[in-house]
């Protein structure tokens, strides 16, 4: 009997500690609801919807998801119910889905009015942890396409311009879609538009009635290749909000910024002659106002005599200074003088104004 006491003290003992090798409580199977979306955004471009989201990789009760998921998109308008759309998309855990519409014909057209887009994420029995967050457009009439949109490199920027609306009463802005085409990060910037780095791609928003149909963007940079698209966009407040209808875009025009511009043509030259003396030559010392032009490689200096034809009196490199003193003349002539800019690419400005002087009899 004593040896029977302990064994039963024994195995009383095992079953109030953890372990002994005793089985826990069995758990109840996973359901396998998939947590809901919560970064769903929509975007309208003309009558086509683009969804996106990002695909949770657990589910509700913190297990792994380790097949594909279906999603369900559903949209809703006012505060009727969330109606289906399209057919369900197949996602991985954690990757990114998207998805497609083109709106049914009575969304498109009439006044602008919000939208609401949902996915809900079903497992295989076709049960899910409820809906996404509310991802808003708006529905209506989108704005004309941009036709004729064009785009001329000036030595100050890009000048885009297009076909206006010509419809009284619309208030729409233009937003234009810059995308880099010749990346040259390796490849030093010069110019005015010399910049340390440039983004891809980048967006401008102007008001249509503010420039008709023009837009300048002073941000391009010369040696680059640009492509450019633009759209008209419609902006409505709703419940506090401002919410944007966009129109499709453009077709896209392509402009390479060529550095064919020379700098600014020089301006104030001046010119004063001085006589011999104590041995020393006759000359005529020029100066003019500096170029700021950040491009500038120099300056080149011409004179003639009398309708004579100019002739470059500067060396074959370019006078840095604004400045030059020309011994080379000779008492009781009078000479005429004009000045250029010539920039690091080699283009040369116009001459400046004549300045004329005439070197005093010794």
Known sequence: MERKGWA??????????????????????????????????????????ALTWTM????????????????????????????????????APGKAGSFTETLPSP????????????????NRRGRSAGLSNAATVLAGEAPRAVEGLKAEVRKQGVVLSWSTDGKQGQNYAVRLERTLTSPSADKPQRGPFAAPSEAAKETLLVE??????????????LGESYVYRAQRVSRVTVDGKTLELAGAFSAAVEVEAKDVFPP?????????????????????????????????????????EGEGEWGRISASTPTIEPAFHD?????????????????????ESDRSDEAQETVPKQ
């Open 8 to 49: 039963a003290m024994a195995v009383m003992l095992c079953a109030l500690l953890s372990g002994c090798g005793t089985p826990g409580a069995p758990q109840p199977p996973s359901l396998n609801l998939a947590d809901p979306v919560m970064d769903l955004a929509a975007n309208r471009t003309g009558n086509e919807v």
């Open 56 to 91: 949770p990789k657990r589910n509700t009760d913190k297990t792994s998801i380790k097949t594909d998921v279906a999603a369900r998109i559903c949209r809703r308008e006012g505060s009727g119910a969330c109606d289906p759309v399209g057919s369900e998309v197949m996602v």
């Open 107 to 122: 969304l498109a057209m009439g006044s602008a009015r919000p939208v609401a887009y949902f996915v809900e994420l079903r």
């Open 208 to 221: 249509e009635g503010a420039e008709q149909g023009r837009a300048f963007d002073k941000s391009a940079h």
């Open 264 to 304: 600014s043509v020089p301006t104030g030259l001046a010119a004063v002659a001085t006589a011999g003396a104590n041995g020393e030559a006759a000359a005529i010392d020029l100066s003019w106002q500096p170029d700021a032009d950040g491009d500038l490689a120099g300056y080149v200096v011409y004179r003639r």
């Open 327 to 347: 011994a080379q003349v000779q008492a009781g002539r009078t000479y005429h003088y004009a000045v250029s800019a010539l920039s690091k690419s080699g283009h």
